[in-house]
């Protein structure tokens, strides 16, 4: 089943990026030689048309085929070859990909949105933004794994500890009344949690079981389970058998403005995000001379595989929503990775066009084709270095 999802997501993501190119050229009278599904070696193709539409044995994703997509191939029809359109019809096909992912993103983000009151998933702060049109709610107490088994009872990733009891001690009687009057009323905005150190504290002084109070932001369901810790020898605490982290949630409930255009804003604050923090990492590698942040901070196909393993391995009720959340991330990273300027991306050729269309002079098109093959040979080099890593990260 992990394998069947993870095909359907990569295969969508990039048809769905390639259908932009296809559809792009097409409405700008660009000729398409061929719109393949998989990648090389053809199964076999079928002509419609002036396009060749192609089965290929490789099942990941898919290519369109255009005429003088190659700066320095001869073309055979040069009034319909991307090469000899305008500048701003080039930039046009070349970002109309990205565009499909960022508007994937959009759609799917809303539904995540409208089925989720608002609020979006646990995310992990690796910088400082202020997000537009949302209240950002930070959490230190949500439940990121299971480990051990003190608890016998079923609790799920992204559930967060609000309180906590034993005997007829409450660790905080505030935070229990208000989580009841949030639960009356179904309202999704986050409380403030448990402090991290005040639970484990509480914990590392209890005799016996203790009661510990959930709330999921995404089922919008509370529940009470049982536990009783037990002593560690390594960490020198007690310890309930789940990892801990601090996330923080975004609250799309500000307005009805904010929650119509929840998708779309959502996807803004995700991009700028990834790109502020993304250029952090570069930036802290440099200045650390260690390649290591920018490397984990970074996934290919086996980790993205291992992502939706380790969903579904979560049995989580609310399973369908995580993997929309999740296929909505992949497609904006996708839109995130081909913006940037890198020879042989959309954003490396969008750039070389962009540069003509500033000094009104061509570049020589041998050297920007040799830029463009030494650019892919490098993602291509790249992307096995990523491919090693994340293979090394599940053993």
Known sequence: MTFIIFFLTLSTLILIHELGHFTAAKMNGVKVHEFGLGLP????????????YTLNWLPIGGFVRIEGEDPAEKVADPKRSFQNKRVTVRMIILLAGVFMNFFLAVVLFYLF????????????????????????KNVETVISGIAGDNIKEKVYPGDTIFNASYDSINLNDYVISEFSTHEKQKNVSILSSVKLKDFQSFIDKSEGPVKIYLYNVQTQESRTITVTPSYDERLKRKIIGVYLGSVFYLDYN???????FSGFIHSYNILVYSGQTFSNLISYSFATKNIAPVSEGVSGPVGIFSVIQGVLASK???IIWILLDLVALLSLSLAFMNMLP???????????????????????????????????????????????????NLF
């Open 254 to 260: 500000k307005s009805f403005y904010t929650k119509t």
């Open 316 to 318: 989580s009720p609310n």
């Open 41 to 52: 070696p053809k199964i076999f193709g079928k002509k419609y048309g002036e396009t060749e």
């Open 342 to 392: 890198i020879p042989a991306l959309d954003g490396g050729r969008a750039l070389f066009v962009f540069i003509e269309g500033v000094t009104r002079k061509k570049i020589n098109p041998v050297i920007e084709s040799e830029i463009h093959k030494y650019g892919m040979i490098f993602l291509l080099v790249l992307l096995a270095i990523i491919t090693f890593k994340d293979v090394l």
């Open 113 to 136: 949105f409208l089925f989720n009151g608002f609020v979006s998933s646990p995310m992990v702060k690796f910088t400082n933004y202020s997000f537009v049109g949302a209240n950002v």
